[in-house]
Structures are given as structure tokens and as C-alpha cells.
């Protein structure tokens, strides 16, 4: 593989992400500034959609090594690839419970995409989704008991909230014909963020959990897509339009909506924001010349943006080590 390029210190830690740069998606994490990547996983199939352990020890990603899309953990060396699903249809985008635990995890083999839910050496695997439910963008609530996520038909997608072992469901959002979608958790587990096109444009909203208090955070002409929190719950990270109504820059806002800053301002397309755990950077996607996506960081004032290796290959899903 070829050389990380130098990054600051103060930005060295471990970023996970998958790349093609050997023909088909592998897992890489850089370990420190300046160093190669470390690859994680190496076969002929497509390996994405990785999720950190809350300790940093293990890895949970999207593997189509024996055929279909199935559900692996790894540890973070690159060693122990488990299968922890076996299904004909799609096992996949795994999320990790807070303390570790758990797996949550979206799969069609019901005929619709469910919410499941095991443990995180993959026993007692529970379909959590009413039947009638065709579910997408799980979150774990903060304390582990509850998942949002959204919930569509051909006219409209609500967010809902169901307990981890299915035995309660509740309905959040209720707009008619509205497209309500990717919830994010407030860090006191008080509130919901989503994205929504309730007034005939993609914005970012948030609504307590109990459905009350519902609040526009941005008004604008361009699109405004949510999508993470800082760990501290005072700043939001969104994509948006509104520079030139056409390619997307990473913006933060305050968490209340207010104070909205272009972090990027470059003449190219962003995607996939994210905070690390300490709230210090930011990792994100950028499209270059050759139509590839390259990961970088940045400070979180979205300052001395890096990118991350240089590698002439498609980069997806970065993301801090806890």
C-alpha cells in the first residue's frame, strides 16, 4: 500500500475507513500521523459500512465475503474476522450498543428491512421492527434502551423510537407527507435531529422524544442535511447547498440553530462528516479531480484541513477511534 502522507500531531488518532485502492473495499485504519494505513481485511469481496467499538478494540462492518451482505466483527489489529450473521438476503450497517454489548443491524430477510438486534458475538438475534415497518438509520439511544430510527412508505417516513428487545414502539414524528429521516440522539437522550422535507425542501429539525416541541434549525432555499452531533451536544455538523445551490460543504451550527458556519469553503463536492469523540476534529469526505472521494480531517473550527493518504482510489466512511 502506498504512504500515508503527514498529518498534524494533534490529529494522530487511529481514523478508520475503506478504500478500493486494491480493486474491491477493504478495511484500512491509520494508526498515527504519517505512517501507512494498516489494512484490516483482505479478500475479494466488499467490505464497508464500519463501525468503531465504543472501547476501540473491535471493528463491526458490512461483508459480502461468502456471497450476500452479512453482518462481521474484526478486531482492530485486523485479526479475529468473525461472521456473526448468515442470512440469503441483506445483513448490514451495524451499530454498536453503548457498552459494547450489542449489535443492532438492518436486514431484509423478512421481506422488508427490519431493525435486529443481538449480541455482539452474534447469538440471540431478535427482529425488533413491527412486522408492517420498512425501517432504516437505526440509533442507539444514549443509555442503550431505546432505537430510533425512521420508518417509510411510498408517501411519507416517520422517526419512531422502539425499546432494544421490541416490547415497546413509539411514534415521534407525524407530519403528513413528509419525508423525516437519520435521527441523531441529543447526548442526554432528551431530543432527536433529523433531516425532513416537511416544507418542500430538505432542512434540519429536531423534536423531543415524546413528539413535542418540534423546531425548524435551518431555513433555507439550498439543502440542509444533518449529519452528526458533537459529543458534547452544542454543535451540530450538516452538508448544505447554500454557497452555490449545487455542491455540498460541511457546515456546523449551534445545536439550538443558530450561528451556522461554512467550515470548508472549497470549489468541490463534501460528504460524511463526522466528529471524533473528543470533539476536537473533524473527518469528512472530499471529491477530487479524478471523481474519487479522499478522506481528510480538520480541526473543529475547520481549520488546516488533511487529507489523510494519498492514495488515487475511492476512500468511504472515516471515522475517530473512541
Not at 421492527?129 to 442503550?144: F, H, L, N
Not at 412508505?153 to 407525524?174: C, I, K, M, Y
Not at 425548524?216 to 452528526?228: E, G, I, M, S
Not at 466528529?275 to 473533524?282: F, L, N, T
Request: glycine fraction near 8%; include cysteine.
Amino acid at each position: 500500500c502506498l504512504a500515508a502522507t503527514a498529518a498534524e500531531p494533534a490529529l494522530a488518532d487511529r481514523v478508520l475507513f475503506s478504500s478500493n485502492v486494491d480493486g474491491d473495499y477493504e478495511l484500512y485504519v491509520l494508526e498515527q500521523a504519517g505512517a501507512a494505513p494498516v489494512q484490516l481485511t483482505n479478500n475479494s469481496a466488499e467490505d464497508t459500512e464500519a463501525a468503531w467499538s465504543p472501547d476501540g478494540r473491535r471493528v463491526a462492518f458490512t461483508s459480502s465475503v461468502k456471497g450476500n451482505p452479512d453482518v462481521h466483527v474484526i478486531n482492530a489489529d485486523g485479526t479475529g474476522d468473525l461472521r456473526l450473521t448468515n442470512s440469503p438476503g441483506f445483513d448490514g450497517s451495524p451499530q454498536w450498543s453503548p457498552d459494547g454489548g450489542r449489535l443492532a443491524f438492518l436486514s431484509d430477510r423478512s421481506g422488508q428491512m427490519h431493525i435486529y438486534v443481538m449480541k455482539a458475538d452474534g447469538s440471540e438475534v431478535r427482529d425488533i421492527t413491527p412486522q408492517a415497518v420498512d425501517a432504516g438509520a437505526p440509533r442507539w439511544s444514549p443509555d442503550g434502551r431505546w432505537l430510533a430510527f425512521s420508518a417509510a412508505d411510498q408517501r411519507e417516513s416517520h422517526l419512531w423510537l422502539v425499546r432494544d428487545d421490541g416490547s415497546e414502539l413509539r411514534q415521534v414524528t407525524r407530519k403528513d407527507k413528509a419525508k423525516d429521516f437519520a435521527p441523531l440522539w441529543s447526548p442526554d437522550g432528551k431530543t432527536l435531529t433529523f433531516t425532513s422535507d416537511r416544507e418542500h425542501n430538505l432542512d434540519v429539525y429536531r423534536v423531543n422524544i415524546d413528539g413535542g416541541n418540534e423546531r425548524r434549525l435551518t431555513d433555507h432555499a439550498a439543502l440542509d442535511v444533518a449529519y452528526d452531533g458533537s459529543p458534547d451536544g452544542k454543535a451540530l455538523l450538516f452538508l448544505s447547498s447554500r454557497d452555490d445551490g449545487v455542491r455540498h460543504d460541511v457546515y456546523a451550527m449551534d445545536a439550538d440553530g443558530g450561528h451556522p458556519r461554512n467550515l470548508t469553503r472549497t470549489e468541490t463536492e463534501e460528504e460524511a462528516p463526522r466528529w471524533s469523540p473528543d470533539g476536537k476534529s473533524i473527518v469528512f469526505l472530499r471529491l477530487g479531480a479524478g471523481g474519487q472521494f479522499a478522506a481528510y480531517r480538520m480541526h473543529a473550527a475547520g481549520s488546516e484541513p488533511t487529507r489523510l493518504v494519498e492514495w488515487p482510489a475511492m476512500q468511504l466512511q472515516p471515522s475517530i477511534a473512541p
